[in-house]
């Protein structure tokens, strides 16, 4: 029998979006309803194996219905663009997992897949599967239908058949439509009859079967329900029309266009990349006759030398002909990975150096190593930051790196996902390059092969690193980069690399001193929890915390999950004012968090050879050209609740007598703003020193002053940096809990004060359809090729991407450019001085006694000159005997 399964596509897309955070992959696109979709996807291939497949959509916002009742479906909030923009996405991912899709103008999706299990009905030899969380569709059950509904978000459905129908509500599939006639439905704007809900409908229909029944029958009802019933009847007869799906669409598809016969892997493998789902590249295998190495040419002859310390001399000779050096480093961070060895590519031949070679105590040794850290030479590399790194741990200096392909291609296209050398030889059409995963394994099964087969892959990495230096220079002065990448991004590198191994030192018995505190403080919240509460419980079990406000205390339930009621963050939040437990449950996570992140976590990040945590600044991640860290991520202690900022405390100076010193850009990016839209509101505000998010709401709120109150300035501050980062009127409502209306006229008013805000944003959209990218102030790109796009969403995305970029992307290369500077002058000058990390907006430096004056004029020039400006840029800059006491 073949089995046919049909996805309600819009119904599905918009469960995933509300039923998982959302996210967004490095290009900012928002990715958590098609990230959902994928999951189920896979999840129904694996689990129904179907032999057809369908995606139905609705065409669009009119259908025969609206003729019938021009306010069905009228009401609903207008889709969040969070999620529009996602539709072309997940239309485009359905297209790779080569499943078909259908949508006609006029009809509804429940028209199309209505239809199509009616065929299944007539032929008798289909089982068919609809998956929806719509239960209009438990009316097209059948002995062949079954009606998938989702519950709980999507990750979880419930399997309706008639048998199980009429266990669960009394009633047979066509009778839904009698329940929807007589309780209506809100989610469509079916009225129904006032005051009917689904116990009073359900036992009406028990007894007369069918709204006509009911209607037929009122002289045997009484009181309120009998004159609701006569007064309604229409609107009963009308909502059962509405309700019930159409099954007579003129389908233009056959049968045969709906055959699913699996996904072609390079199609999905490159969506996915694309989406940036990589635990699902990593989950699913994608190897075999359509892995992504289709067309490119095969493996090439190339002369290899593994060097053993007989043939170092050998090496020797031809060090003044190499131009391109590999570091193999294993483990994702540097700093506790290991070196296993090195690759070099001179003219004609590759070497391959085993580490325990590189590392010998020979004189030949030595004068390889003496090479490498030397500056009188010009190579290119790949991740010159993260070899430099695992290199100074073993002793061993790189210097005379010129080329970076891994930061060039970064440059080059800052969305690019697939960054790694075998991702880069694809996209120049070089010879197929291994992954590191088919060589070596990954995880567990992670090992180091035969030396030959190391020294043949590693002597192909550098040749490929060899092979892109030239055509990924010119792409560089194509796309206006150049000095971008020698004068900022490349010497950020070694400036990043020297910061990292120099690290910031923690004071291990002030954390544990600190876990101490938040243990006992957790205590004591923890006997005001059971005091309120009226008896004791497990506060990290939801379940039990779910049965405490919802069954016990009889709160309103906000929301479920799969395993019962939610009792996350946004769900205790709204339930605070109903009872003062939840305010004591909401510290209690606070304070939990605290002490297993940042001080359970910190202690595990404490080298003990260093005594100070070494992070790692990714430099290739964020297409604005951010830098992001890891091991630990010192970028996401918590600053805004006190409990969370005395995490700073332990971070201290490494030498005695010496001081922590920070330097904090203020309001950075609406500096920029003001620079670039030159909107005379902003500018006179910076110029004047005054403070922006007051003189916002004075200008929106038409108030002088003294009369902008906390609320008005909170409003005023998250517009200020929704526009900055490109804040829909949804996502602006749901920070400022207010109404999408309100928010919407929130940003109106903003754009009618600020005009040459509004008239930046209508300019770079045009440039940007013009060039087809957009550039920061020192010329970083961000390529939008969506911004001519017919679809709608994807076009209102790339305008809003085109609207921020230039403002972060210049924020992030101005604290970068303050801190190639800032390294130039401390080695220019002498200082001892360390700068040592840099978090946002701000930079953090140890200084001894006698620096901290002239350090403090110098980090404040420096910051506030790094680039010239029509506004003043400022620098806050602070001393403390540790971090916290430097804010």
């Keep these: ?44 291939l694996d689990e129904q194996k179907p032999t057809h497949f369908l995606v139905a959509f609705d065409a669009g916002k009119a259908t025969f219905r609206h003729k019938d009742y021009a306010d069905y479906k009228g009401g609903r909030a207008k889709t969040p663009p969070e999620l529009s923009e996602q539709f072309p996405l997940l239309r485009e991912l359905i297209t790779a997992f080569g499943i078909s899709q259908f949508e006609l103008d006029g009809y509804e999706a429940d028209d199309i897949i209505g239809t199509l299990t009616r065929v299944a ?71 129904g009859i006032p005051g009917v809900g689904e116990k009073t409908a359900l036992k009406l229909l028990h007894e007369y079967e069918s709204v006509e029944g009911v209607l037929a029958n009122t ?71 359509d892995s992504p190495d289709g067309d490119r040419p095969a493996q090439a002859e190339i002369a290899t030398v593994a060097v053993d310390r007989e043939r170092l001399p050998d090496l020797l000779e031809a060090l003044p002909q190499v131009d391109a050096l590999h570091v193999e480093v294993v483990g994702d961070n540097p700093h506790t990975g290991y070196v296993l060895g090195i690759a070099l590519a001179a003219s004609g031949t590759c070497y391959y150096v085993p580490f325990e070679v590189l590392s010998d105590a020979s004189a030949d040794a030595e004068a390889l190593r003496t090479w490498i850290a030397s500056s009188d030479k010009t190579l290119a590399v790949y991740d010159q930051h993260r070899a430099e790194v695992a290199l100074c741990w073993q002793g061993i200096r790189l210097c005379g790196t010129s080329f970076d392909v891994l930061l060039a291609a970064y440059l080059l296209d800052p969305t690019e996902s697939a960054l790694t050398l075998n991702g880069l030889s694809t996209k120049y059409g070089l010879p197929v390059l291994k992954a590191d995963e088919d060589v070596f394994g990954k995880g567990a099964k992670f090992q180091v092969p035969a030396a030959e087969v190391v020294c043949d892959h590693l002597c192909r990495k550098v040749t490929a690193v060899q092979s892109l230096l030239e055509p990924m220079k010119r792409d560089l002065e194509t796309g206006e980069m150049h000095r971008l990448f020698y004068e900022l991004e490349l010497p950020l590198a070694s400036v990043l690399a020297s910061m990292e191994e120099k690290g910031i030192k923690v004071d291990v018995d002030g954390l544990k001193q600190y876990g101490v505190e938040l243990a006992g403080q957790l205590d004591t919240i923890m006997r005001s929890i059971y005091d309120a509460a009226g008896m004791e419980f497990n506060i990290n079990s939801p379940k039990q915390l779910g049965d405490l406000l919802f069954e016990k205390l009889q709160l309103p339930v906000i929301k479920k999950t799969k395993t019962g009621y939610s009792t996350d963050a946004e769900v205790l939040e709204k339930l605070e004012p109903y009872h003062p437990v939840v305010g004591h449950i909401l510290n209690y996570r606070t304070l939990a968090k605290l002490q297993s992140t940042y001080v359970e976590g910190l202690l595990k990040e404490v080298r003990e050879d260093t005594g100070k945590v070494h992070t790692y ?3 290739t991640i964020a297409a604005t050209g951010r830098l992001s860290s890891q091991y630990p991520n010192l970028q996401n202690i918590p600053i805004r609740l006190e409990e969370g900022r005395k995490i700073r405390k332990v971070f201290v100076p490494s030498q005695p007598g010496w001081s922590i010193l920070t330097a904090d850009y203020s309001q950075i990016e609406l500096r920029v703003l003001a620079h670039i839209s030159q909107d005379e509101r902003l500018m006179e505000a910076f110029r004047n020193d005054m403070d922006i998010h007051t003189k916002t709401a004075m200008d929106v709120f038409g108030v002088p002053e003294s009369d902008v ?41 903003y754009f009618a004060v600020f005009q040459g805000v509004r008239q930046y944003m209508d300019d770079i959209v045009k440039k940007a359809r013009q060039d087809g990218y957009v550039t920061t102030l020192l010329h970083r790109r961000r390529y939008l090729p969506e911004i001519t796009a017919s679809n709608f969403n994807l076009r209102s995305f790339a305008e809003r991407t085109a609207m921020n970029t230039p403002i972060q992307g210049s924020a992030a290369d101005i604290i970068k450019l303050a801190m190639v500077q800032m390294d130039e002058r401390l080695k220019r000058d002498g200082f001892n001085s360390r700068m040592l990390l840099q978090v946002h907006d701000e930079l953090v430096f140890e200084v001894p006694e006698d620096e901290i004056e002239p350090m403090k004029k110098a980090v404040k020039d420096i910051m506030e000159t790094a680039l010239e400006l029509d506004v003043p840029l400022r620098a806050d800059v602070d001393t403390g005997s540790n971090w916290y006491e430097a804010k």
Aim: charged share 25%; glycine share 8%.
């Design 1 to 44: 029998m073949s089995k046919l399964v049909i996805i309600d596509g819009n119904s599905i897309a918009y469960r995933a979006f509300f039923a998982l955070p959302l996210l967004s992959n490095s290009s900012g696109l928002h990715t958590n309803a098609v990230y959902g979709f994928t999951t189920m996807l896979l999840k129904l």
């Design 219 to 289: 002289d045997q009802l009484k009181g309120k329900m009998k004159e609701k019933i006569v007064e309604h009847a229409d609107d009963a007869r009308m909502s059962k029309g509405l309700a019930t799906i159409y099954r007579e669409v003129p389908l233009t598809s056959t049968w045969d266009d709906l055959t699913y016969s699996g996904y072609e892997g390079q199609a999905l493998a490159d969506m996915f990349r694309k989406l940036e789902f990589k635990s699902l590249l990593e989950k699913m295998d994608f190897s075999g006759p």
């Design 709 to 749: 109150d906390a609320n008005m300035r909170r409003q005023a501050k998250a517009v200020n940096f929704g526009i900055v980062y490109g804040i829909s009127d949804y996502g602006l409502s749901q920070n400022l809990n207010i109404t999408r209306k309100e928010a919407a006229a929130f940003i109106e008013q």
């Design 617 to 619: 600044f990714k430099q």
């Design 121 to 191: 009905d007539e032929k008798g030899d289909i089982e068919v599967v609809v998956v929806t969380g719509d239960k209009d569709m438990l009316q097209l059950a059948s002995e062949q239908v079954t009606i998938a509904l989702t519950r709980k978000g999507i990750s979880e459905v419930e399997l309706y058949d008639p048998p199980y129908i009429m266990e669960k509500y009394g009633l047979t599939p066509k009778q839904i439509i009698d329940l929807k006639g007589l309780m209506g439905d809100t989610s469509d704007n079916i009225p």
